[in-house]
């Protein structure tokens, strides 16, 4: 039952400091995606993925990239870190079709100081 | 562009109360799905209902039930008799319905539900 897999879970970063989180499926879901939760607020979409190789921007893409060299993986990386990118991160898929269900990871906590 | 607004920021009630949480969509397209998430303490999404926008029935399960209306742009959610247990963040999502595109959430900002015993 592992479904979607965030590592690592908490992280405290210093300024300019660049990492990587880390996401796995394993639904062999084709849709894949990294939101920020920050607080008080809902989630907003960073970058999405409708397959491997293919990649798109969210809302925030700003200071992040990522890459989808297979279906299960979609690492997100965070270059040159601020005090802004303090948030919590989820990773999240789903299958291909409209309005299928997105089912999410279980967060990551980042602090950048 | 699609929105969806949470108005209520926070709700307490005391066990055993009735609770409804609102919320309100934009969107220009016509075909659509919305959904709620619950995140606990504990901080995970888990995922409590999809209803797209050609279905208005209103659904029940158990101690949950939602009303969709489309002529308000509404999905409210009840939980009836609440239970401590339902303390918790609970979000309205919206996503639009293209093939290819992926299946991108809007989200509200969240109601803060707490359940005193």
């Known amino acids: 039952n592992a479904g979607v897999t965030q590592t690592p879970k908490f992280r405290i970063l210093k300024i300019g400091q660049s990492m990587t989180l880390q996401c796995a499926q394993d639904?062999?879901?084709?849709?894949m995606y990294w939101y920020r939760q920050d607080p008080g607020m809902g989630l907003k979409l960073i970058y999405y993925?409708?397959?491997?190789?293919?990649?798109d921007k969210g809302e925030v893409p700003n200071g992040y990239n990522v890459s989808r060299s297979t279906t299960e993986d979609f690492p997100l990386r965070l270059e040159l870190a601020a005090p802004s990118q303090t948030s919590v991160y989820f990773c999240?898929?789903?299958?291909?079709?409209?309005?299928?269900?997105?089912?999410f990871g279980e967060g990551s906590w980042l602090t950048v100081v | 562009a699609q929105k969806v607004t949470q108005a209520q920021t926070e709700i307490s009630v005391v066990e055993k109360e009735d609770v409804t949480l609102d919320c309100v969509y934009e969107?220009?397209?016509?075909?659509?799905?919305l959904f709620w998430y619950k995140q606990p303490p504990s901080g995970e999404l888990v995922f409590l209902i999809r209803?797209?926008?050609?279905d208005e029935q209103n659904e029940i399960s158990g101690r949950y039930s939602w009303n969709f209306q489309k002529s308000t742009s509404s999905f409210n959610f009840t939980i009836t008799a609440s239970q401590v247990v339902d303390s918790a963040v609970y979000f309205c999502?919206?996503?639009?319905?293209?093939w290819g595109y992926g299946n991108k959430l809007v989200f509200g900002a969240g109601t803060i539900l707490r359940v005193k015993s």
């Open positions: 209803r797209n926008s050609f």
């Open positions: 999240a898929s789903s299958s291909p079709g409209a309005g299928n269900t997105i089912y």
């Open positions: 969107t220009r397209d016509t075909t659509y799905y």
């Open positions: 999502a919206l996503s639009e319905a293209k």
């Open positions: 639904m062999n879901h084709n849709y």
């Open positions: 993925s409708v397959g491997a190789g293919i990649t």
